[in-house]
């Protein structure tokens, strides 16, 4: 039912202005959000922070307004929609959800506000969407022009070349089916040209417009170092530069979370663990407090973070490596919503590439489906042991053209490089020479203990110090050497074999290594120590990093404030007021309801609902 009556810029304005608080539009919103209203289909790619949710909040509220009906909204996640829907309430829209957290009256409740129109946006589960019952109830609202648009968020997860893939997204292609005339809009914040090619194919989206913003965060600081102790790194890392903030820990195992947890909590943080193995309460509670209170650090598997709306996430570590690039931008994706200053840091090692490999090899997958997962982790690998800017690398593998940001490790600290072409022939030649020999082939260890000529008992118990090979890399360090495995693996000129031993192979891609034919450049095994802030624990943050004296006594009182009427809410802070709003406030010091209207973040609801609080926290004496 597309109409050219609901593109009305100024109605679009007055939403943005009035709703929600805001002056203007950011990069290519209102493109979209006009495109949308206008009733038209269309594919978001925005990342995360860059404000995806209003390109299709405004139009579901200017369409109806418009008498078009209501916009159903496709979430993944019941915390997300529960957090989504009390920021509407707050800002004054008719919004709901239906998920298992409701009992069956109240279910029945939100079914008729919806068959009399009186809800703007419903959020619902794609695993409810697709059943006969929510199925009849659209069928309900469309043969009463009641059905206007649906979003469907976190869109790459309908992919199996995405790394969320959840089968239950493959059925929302019945939405074009069943209700032709209903605009469709899908939106995420990853998707290579691949995932996207399956998103448009998987959703029906061929006739759709594709919009691409910058996939560029540049408050974010990326940096990669070389595992060496991996809790120790963390840790020292969050002392010295992200004390008593909130940040995201990710590990691989549940094991692995529950010991980062309790390492982290041993030394005063307050820091929970999150995976899917833990009592579905527990996980809950976890989450609410990460997401209610400050300074938390939740320790997770992949399983935590998808459409996690926390704006003053200062970190986001990864103390393994994820599967490829698409994985590991959506995860550090979550630091920084502010837009304020925070960290991608990530450690990584040769177990991590073996076990990476090992799990696409072992897997039960078609081979052209591992051979792409296979170039995804290789895209990975290369930024990881890149030796120019990550920013540039990271940006290259969406197709975004870019200059060197001057803000990642890389950047801060150029790496110094050697050639290891010489190195990595020497390997390959021992591991080559001693399967020769011995009929079977051996591990890292000590492929590595022959070269550099280490007499050890097993060296001896092969009889592999006869090797013409044995030796002739002692100029290298272990160190070193595990560098040109890394890279010789990531190159595929290396296998490894075995769930137990990891024992090294020789492949095809050995012979061009052997022969000369291809360099093999590493980065120097350094770690760079992260510099110690000079901004106190327990500081107000970045946001309030400008203000004077009497603005930060105001901004903390705010932010108190704030604190109890989220608890009231039921909320998490950021719901009421972002810490940039307060900030603001502060700053401009009001005196009057006039002068707190036009901040940021401040809409006519939230004016009328705590206009007159704010004003009596800031006349609060200054001390």
């Avoid at 060496?228 to 992200?242: M, T």
């Avoid at 090294?504 to 120097?524: F, H, I, M, N």
């Amino acid at each position: 039912m597309p109409t050219s009556a609901v593109l009305h810029s100024p109605n679009i304005l007055s939403i943005l202005s009035e709703v929600f608080g805001y002056e203007s539009f950011r990069g290519p919103q209102q493109e979209i959000i006009e495109h949308v209203t206008a009733g038209q289909d269309a594919l978001v790619l925005m990342p995360t922070g860059g404000g995806k949710s209003l390109c299709y909040q405004i139009p579901a509220i200017a369409r109806q307004s418009a008498g078009l009906g209501i916009t159903i909204v496709v979430s993944p996640l019941i915390a997300l929609m529960h957090d989504q829907v009390g920021a509407l309430h707050e800002a004054g829209v008719s919004a709901a959800f239906l998920n298992s957290t409701l009992n069956p009256e109240e279910a029945q409740d939100i079914e008729q506000r919806l068959r009399r129109g009186e809800i703007t946006l419903l959020y619902a589960a794609p695993e409810r969407v697709t059943t006969p019952r929510f199925l009849a109830l659209l069928d309900a609202l469309y043969a009463q022009n009641l059905l206007s648009l649906f979003a469907i968020d976190e869109a790459h997860c309908v992919s199996q070349w995405g790394h969320d893939f959840r089968p239950d997204y493959r059925g929302l292609t019945i939405l074009h089916e069943r209700f032709p005339g209903t605009p469709r809009l899908a939106l995420t914040a990853t998707a290579d040209a691949l995932t996207r090619d399956d998103i448009v194919e998987r959703l029906q989206l061929e006739n759709a417009r594709l919009f691409i913003s910058s996939f560029d965060r540049p408050n974010i600081r990326y940096t990669i170092v070389e595992k060496k102790d991996a809790s120790a790194q963390l840790l020292r890392f969050i002392e010295r530069e992200h004390e008593g903030e909130a940040g995201v820990v990710y590990c691989q195992s549940r094991k692995r979370v529950e010991e980062v947890a309790e390492m982290l909590a041993q030394t005063g943080m307050d820091a929970l663990p999150y995976h899917a193995g833990l009592d579905a309460s527990v996980r809950q509670k976890n989450q609410n407090r990460f997401l209610r209170d400050e300074g938390v650090v939740m320790v997770a598997t992949i399983a935590f973070g998808m459409g996690i709306d926390k704006p003053d996430v200062r970190f986001v570590a990864h103390l393994d490596m994820p599967k490829n690039i698409e994985g590991y931008y959506q995860e550090t994706g979550r630091a920084g919503r502010d837009g304020l200053k925070a960290d991608a840091w990530m450690v990584y090692g040769l177990q991590d590439v073996v076990n990476q490999r090992r799990m696409i090899d072992e897997s039960p997958a078609e081979e052209n489906f591992k051979q792409l997962m296979r170039g995804k982790l290789d895209a990975l690998l290369a930024l990881a042991e890149a030796t120019d800017c990550r920013r540039v690398r990271l940006l290259s593998y969406f197709g975004e053209a870019s200059h060197p940001c001057g803000n990642c490790d890389n950047c801060l600290h150029p790496p110094a490089v050697w050639d290891g072409t010489d190195a990595a022939r020497k390997l390959l030649s021992t591991v080559f020479r001693a399967e020769q020999q011995s009929g079977f082939s051996f591990g890292s260890g000590h492929i590595m203990d022959i070269l550099r000529g280490k007499a050890t008992e097993k060296v001896s118990q092969y009889g592999h110090s006869q090797l013409t090979t044995f030796g002739i890399g002692a100029e290298f360090s272990e160190a070193q050497l595990r560098g040109v495995l890394r890279q010789l693996i990531a190159m595929g000129a290396l296998n490894v074999q075995g769930q137990v031993f990891n024992t090294l192979q020789l492949t095809e891609g050995s012979r061009a290594v052997l022969r000369g034919d291809v360099k093999v450049w590493l980065r120097e095994s350094v770690n760079h120590k992260p510099e110690k802030r000079s901004r106190k624990p327990h500081a107000p943050g970045p946001a309030a990093a400008n203000l004077n004296q009497d603005d930060l006594v105001r901004y903390i009182n705010l932010k108190a404030w704030r604190a109890e009427v989220a608890k009231e809410h039921n909320l998490p802070a950021y719901v009421i007021f972002h810490d940039a709003t307060l900030a603001m406030i502060a700053s401009a010091d009001p005196q009057s309801l006039e002068d707190l209207r036009g901040i940021s973040g401040i809409g006519v609801k939230k004016l009328e609902a705590y206009g007159q609080e704010v004003l009596k926290v800031c006349r609060v004496q200054l001390k």
